[in-house]
């Protein structure tokens, strides 16, 4: 099952609106815990503790998008797909 999550990233007047396509195993399945679980592991390595810190200690929905590898989506039950 697919899953649409649209995310608006503001920086000053720049305003920039991502789509973020997830993949899902059921209808009723908690994307956002699962996603905010896979960006704490995500924060806990070197890389991502080091985006983690250069984002103002947050990872937000498009930061999530661009910088958290599936394989820390698949560990919680999802991936997000890429769209061309």
């Known amino acids: 099952m697919l899953r649409n ?3 608006i990233r503001r920086d000053g007047f720049n305003l920039k609106v991502v789509t973020i396509l997830f993949e899902v195993p059921h209808q009723d ?3 956002k815990t699962a996603v905010m679980a896979a960006a704490t592991d ?3 390595t070197p890389e991502g503790k080091e ?3 250069a984002n103002c200690s947050e990872i937000i929905w ?8 599936n394989e ?3 560990r919680h039950g999802f991936k997000k797909v890429e769209t061309g």
């Open 5 to 7: 999550v649209v995310a």
């Open 62 to 69: 498009s930061d999530f998008a661009w910088l958290v590898p």
């Open 51 to 53: 985006n983690y810190n």
């Open 29 to 31: 399945f908690d994307l």
């Open 42 to 44: 995500y924060a806990k």
């Open 72 to 74: 820390f989506c698949a």
